[in-house]
C-alpha cells in the first residue's frame, strides 16, 4: 500500500524591496491557479452570504431560506479551509516584516490586494533603474564579449519579468551601443552587409558576429577564448596570484608580461628578476619601460549593487571617486535593524556596536566634508548588503547626564537606504576614546579619562534616539530670520511648533528676530488647507411661496437599535414654502422610493398640489432607474446638490439633525428603552410640525 504525499508548492520568496514583485505574482498565481484556488486570490470567490445576516433573533427561516442556511453551513468549512491553503501560500513566500504588516487581514484576495498595492508602483521604480544600468554597460577592450552578453541578456530578461518590454530594434542599438572601439569594423560591415541585403539586424546577429570575431583574435594571438563568467576580467576583480605564465610556470603572471626568456618582456626586468645575462642589471630605460607596459593589478574593477546585477566601472576610473580599501561589515545587527524600519520619520538612532569595522551614518545632511567613493557593499550578520557612495566626518551628541557631548567622528560611510547611525567601538579605541560597559550602559571616556557621556542598554541595544535635525537652509549662524521666513523654509510648520523646537535646541543653524517672533495668517496655508469654495451662510434664492414648489429630502440611517416593527431607516420630506414635515420609517434603503410615492399621493390628495422640484444628495437610495424614470415621466425636477456637501442639502440635513436631537432628549428623560426610538420620532415630527418656531 503506498500513500500519496500532498505535492508541496514552491515558489520564489518575495523580497523586502519588491524587485521581484512581477515575477514572484506569476508563480503566486499559476500556484493557486494549479490548485484550483486561483478564484480566492482575485476574489471571484466569496464566502456564500448567511441570510440570517441584519435578522434578529426573533427571525424564523421558512422553507427556501433554510435550504440557503444548509448550503451555507456546508460551503462555509470549505471555503475556509481553501481561504487558508491560498494564505499559507502567500504566507511562507513573503518576509517577516511583510506578514507581519498584512497578516489581519481575513480573506486571501484581501492580502493579495495589499501586496500588490504595495509593491506594484515600486516595481515602476525598480524597471526604470534596470533600464538605465543596462543602457549604461559596457565592454572593456579586453573583455569576454561572451560573459557581456550574458549579463546583458539577463538584465533584459529580469526587465521583462517587471512588466518592460525592450523590442529588438532598441535592444540591437544598446549591444552596438555597450562595444569598444575594436569591434568598430566588424559592426560597420555588418550594417553594410544588411543595407545591401535587405536585412534587418537582429541581436542574434550582433552576438554571433562579434562572438566570432573575439573568437577569431584569440586563436590568432594563442590564448585561450574565455568561456565562462568566473574568467570574464570585465566584470571581476581578478587577482595575479591566480595567473599561471606558459613561459615559465609560475604564478603571477602572463607570457606577455613575463622578464623570463621565451616571455614578451625578457630582459626587460629589474634588478635580480627574470633569467638573463648581467645577473640582472636591466637598464634604467628598460625598467621604466617595464613600468610602462605591465598591466596594474585592479584595471578591470566592478561592484555588485543591492539589485545584483554586475555594473562594470571600466578601465578609465573617475577622478572625483576614491577608492576606500578597508573591509566594511558588521557581525551582530540584520539588515532590517541597520536599515531603520522599526524607527519614525521624525526620529534619527546611534547605535553603538562592538563587531563594527567601521562607522556608518545614512544622515547626508550631517556630513561635515563628504567625499564620493567608489561604491562598496557592506555586509550585515544576515549577509544582506548595503553600497556605501561617500564618507566624511561626523559629528554626534552623546548624552551625558542632563548635558551632551559632541564627538568628532572621522571617515564614515554614507550608506543611502541604511537608517541609523552606526558606531564602530572598535574604531572609537582606535581614535583614542575608551568605552566601558557596566550597570547596563556604555560609558565613554576621553584619551584622558574624563567621562564623555553614557549610552543606555534599551531592549538588548546600546542606542540612543533623537529627534531629527530639520535643515534650515541658507540661513548662517549668525543670520536672525524672522518667524515668516522660518515658517517658509520649514515648509509652513506651526509657529507654536517651531518655538517649542527652538527651546528645546532640537533645531540649529539660525535664530530667530526677536523683533519680529510673530507672524500673521499665512495666505499659502490658507488656500492648502481650503477643501472647497466658501458656502454662504444666506440662502439663495429665496424660500418659495407656494405647497409643492420644492421639496426638501433626506435619507436617515442605520440606526444602531431596531425599532419594535424592524425599521433601520426613516426618510423626510419637508416642504419648502411652508415647512411641514412628513416622516416614513423604512426597514430597507430600497422602500425610500415607495415612501415618496406615499408622500406625493397624500400631496396631491389633501392639498391638490403636484412636487415640481425635489432636492435631494446623491444617495443612491434616490438615484435608482425605477425613481429617476418615474420623476420623468410625472415632470419633476431633480436639483441633486454636489457630492460630499451637505450644506447644500442644509434643509432637510438640519432637520434631521434636530429630530435626532429632541428624540434622545425624550428617550432620556422618560429612561424608556431605545428600541422605541421611532414611535419617539413619530411624535417629535408631529410636535415640530405643530410648533410655530420650527
Known amino acids: 500500500m503506498s500513500v500519496l504525499k500532498e505535492e508541496t508548492i514552491k515558489v520564489p520568496t518575495l523580497k523586502a524591496d519588491g524587485s521581484n514583485w512581477i515575477i514572484y505574482k506569476s508563480r503566486i498565481e499559476l500556484a493557486a491557479e494549479a490548485q484550483g484556488l486561483r478564484g480566492y486570490l482575485t476574489g471571484t470567490k466569496v464566502l456564500p452570504w448567511h441570510p440570517q445576516t441584519g435578522k434578529d433573533d426573533t427571525w424564523t427561516p421558512n422553507k ?35 506578514y507581519l504588516k498584512f497578516h489581519s487581514l481575513g480573506s486571501a484576495h484581501s492580502l493579495w490586494e495589499a501586496l500588490a498595492s504595495e509593491f506594484a508602483q515600486h516595481s515602476g521604480i525598480v524597471a526604470i533603474e534596470l533600464r538605465r544600468k543596462l543602457q549604461g554597460v559596457h565592454c572593456g577592450e579586453k573583455a569576454d564579449v561572451r560573459a557581456h552578453f550574458s549579463k546583458m541578456e539577463l538584465m533584459r530578461q529580469e526587465l521583462a519579468s517587471l512588466g518592460q518590454l525592450i523590442r529588438d530594434s532598441d535592444y540591437t542599438a544598446i549591444l552596438l551601443g555597450s562595444l569598444p572601439s575594436t569591434y568598430n569594423s566588424t559592426i560597420s560591415s555588418l550594417c553594410i552587409s544588411a543595407k545591401m541585403n535587405y536585412r534587418t539586424i537582429t541581436p542574434q546577429i550582433v552576438k554571433s558576429s ?30 595575479k596570484k591566480n595567473l599561471l605564465c606558459t613561459n615559465c610556470s609560475k604564478k603571477g603572471h602572463m607570457k606577455e608580461n ?92 546611534e547605535l553603538f556596536d562592538s563587531s563594527a569595522s567601521r562607522h556608518m551614518s545614512s544622515y547626508h545632511n550631517q556630513f561635515i566634508d563628504y567625499k564620493a567613493i567608489v561604491p562598496k557593499s557592506i555586509t550585515t550578520a544576515d549577509n544582506h548588503t548595503f553600497q556605501a557612495i561617500g564618507k566624511g566626518d561626523l559629528m554626534i551628541s552623546i548624552p551625558n547626564g542632563k548635558a551632551v557631548t559632541c564627538i568628532h567622528l572621522k571617515d564614515v ?57 530639520p535643515f534650515v537652509g541658507l540661513a548662517k549662524a549668525s543670520d536672525a530670520l524672522t518667524m515668516a521666513e522660518i515658517h517658509a523654509r520649514l515648509g509652513h510648520l506651526a509657529p507654536e511648533a517651531i518655538r517649542k523646537m527652538l527651546k528645546d535646541r532640537t533645531i540649529t543653524g539660525f535664530t530667530l528676530n526677536d523683533a519680529h517672533s510673530t507672524m500673521g495668517a499665512c495666505d499659502s496655508c490658507k488656500y492648502a488647507k481650503t477643501m472647497h469654495k466658501p458656502i454662504g451662510k444666506f440662502r439663495d434664492p429665496p424660500r418659495h411661496e407656494k405647497l409643492g414648489d420644492e421639496v426638501h429630502t433626506d435619507l436617515w440611517g442605520p440606526s444602531p437599535v431596531q425599532t419594535s416593527t424592524h425599521s433601520w431607516y426613516y426618510v423626510s420630506f419637508t416642504d419648502d414654502y411652508t415647512r411641514y414635515t412628513k416622516l416614513y420609517l423604512l426597514k430597507l434603503k430600497l422602500d425610500t422610493f415607495d415612501s415618496y410615492l406615499s408622500y406625493e399621493a397624500w400631496l396631491s390628495t389633501q392639498h391638490d398640489t403636484k412636487i415640481k422640484h425635489l432636492r435631494l444628495d446623491c444617495g443612491g437610495e434616490y438615484m435608482s432607474e425605477e425613481f429617476t424614470k418615474y420623476l420623468k415621466s410625472k415632470g419633476t425636477e431633480c436639483r441633486v446638490t454636489v457630492h460630499d456637501t451637505p450644506e447644500h442639502n442644509g434643509v432637510a440635513k438640519r432637520r434631521n439633525w434636530t429630530l435626532a436631537e429632541r428624540v434622545q432628549a425624550m428617550l432620556h428623560a422618560s429612561s424608556l428603552p431605545k428600541s422605541l426610538w421611532g414611535e419617539a420620532m413619530m411624535h417629535t415630527t408631529w410636535l415640530k410640525n405643530c410648533s410655530s418656531t420650527c
Open 210 to 239: 562579434i562572438i566570432d570575431d573575439y573568437d577569431t583574435r584569440h586563436a590568432k594571438s594563442g590564448k585561450p577564448s574565455n568561456t565562462t563568467a568566473n574568467d570574464d576580467v570585465a566584470y571581476s576583480v581578478q587577482s
Open 64 to 98: 427556501d431560506k433554510q435550504k440557503l442556511i444548509d448550503e451555507y453551513d456546508k460551503a462555509e468549512p470549505e471555503w475556509t479551509k481553501e481561504n487558508a491553503k491560498v494564505k499559507q501560500i502567500i504566507a511562507a513566500s513573503t518576509p517577516d516584516t511583510l
Open 413 to 469: 560611510l554614507y550608506a543611502l537606504k541604511m537608517g541609523i547611525t552606526l558606531i564602530s567601538i572598535s574604531k572609537l579605541n582606535t581614535a583614542g576614546y575608551a568605552a566601558l560597559f557596566r550597570d547596563k550602559c556604555c560609558q565613554i571616556f576621553s584619551d584622558k579619562r574624563k567621562k564623555l557621556g553614557e549610552v543606555p542598554l534599551t531592549k538588548g541595544l546600546y542606542c540612543f534616539k533623537s529627534a531629527r535635525k
Open 258 to 349: 613575463c622578464w623570463a626568456e621565451g616571455g614578451d618582456k625578457a630582459r626587460q626586468g629589474p634588478k635580480g628578476r627574470g633569467n638573463h645575462k648581467g645577473k640582472g642589471k636591466g637598464t634604467e630605460k628598460a625598467a621604466k619601460a617595464a613600468e610602462k607596459d605591465e598591466e596594474p593589478d585592479g584595471v578591470w574593477l566592478a561592484r555588485v549593487n543591492d539589485e545584483g546585477w554586475f555594473v562594470e566601472l571600466a578601465d578609465e576610473v573617475t577622478p572625483d571617486l576614491i577608492y576606500d580599501t578597508e573591509d566594511t561589515y558588521t557581525k551582530t545587527f540584520s539588515h532590517a535593524l541597520l536599515a531603520g524600519e522599526n524607527l519614525d520619520s521624525s526620529e534619527r538612532m
